[in-house]
């Protein structure tokens, strides 16, 4: 079976610090691991993947993403938050099974920049 | 392009009511998909789609019917509404399979049920 945790609801940083969004999952399959983006009524964005290529995953907006497979965690983090970057984030594994194709999403962390 | 548009964004129905929700990607995707958002549960799979005729179903299936006649199209229909049907549904698209592939997001119909 497939699950994916975020271990912070929200989370709260100063502009210019760093930011850590935590993400564990699990797999019986080797997973795909994902992280979107959703603005206050918009869509979501993917800000990057994990398909079994490096395990430090670049993205947009200057995130980055590590893929752990010891600890089961793909942990966000991006070095100095800017005041845009307030939204809330999701954790996503997608497996490929004899089943089908599965995606579970985490429920989310929001993000809060202060000034 | 305009990507994955949806129509409505708005609609309040009452219980017993039905309607259509429609999906259109302009970027020949052949993957589409319909999840639904509430709060505090992330998004959650309804149905999808991996190719025009055909349709799957998700994690959430039950009180929702799919139809995908033309590739750029997938519609969500609900036959009697209820209100643990409130809720923001989005639909979205990928070339391939989400499992390796970005998908691409519309952005979302806020449906309420009375």
């Known amino acids: 079976a497939q699950s994916v945790t975020q271990l912070d609801s929200h989370v709260s940083v100063s502009e210019g610090t760093p930011v850590l969004l935590r993400c564990n999952y699990s797999s019986s399959y080797s997973p795909s691991l994902f992280w979107y983006v959703q603005h206050p009524n918009k869509g979501l964005q993917l800000l990057l993947k994990y398909t079994s290529a490096a395990t430090l995953v670049k993205g947009i907006n200057g995130f980055e993403a590590e893929f752990k497979k010891s600890e089961t965690s793909f942990h966000l983090t991006k070095p100095s938050a800017h005041m845009s970057d307030a939204a809330e984030y999701f954790c996503?594994?997608?497996?490929?099974?004899?089943?089908?194709?599965?995606?579970?999403f985490g429920a989310g962390t929001r993000l809060f920049v202060k000034a | 392009n305009a990507g994955v548009t949806q129509t409505p964004k708005f609609r309040v129905l009452k219980t017993g009511q039905s309607m259509t929700l429609l999906c259109a990607q302009d970027?020949?995707?052949?993957?589409m998909y319909w999840y639904r958002q509430d709060p505090g549960m992330g998004l959650r799979l309804i149905h999808y789609?991996?190719?025009?005729?055909?349709?799957a179903k998700g994690e959430v299936p039950d009180g929702y019917n799919v139809s995908r006649l033309k590739k750029q199209n997938f519609l969500l229909g609900l036959e009697s509404a209820a209100p643990s049907q409130t809720s923001v549904y989005f639909c979205?698209?990928?070339?391939?399979?989400?499992?390796?592939?970005?998908?691409?997001f519309g952005p979302g119909t806020r449906l309420t049920v009375l």
């Open positions: 979205a698209s990928s070339p391939g399979t989400g499992v390796f592939d970005e998908q691409f």
């Open positions: 789609s991996v190719g025009e005729g055909t349709t």
């Open positions: 996503v594994v997608s497996v490929l099974n004899t089943g089908g194709f599965k995606t579970i």
């Open positions: 970027m020949n995707h052949e993957y």
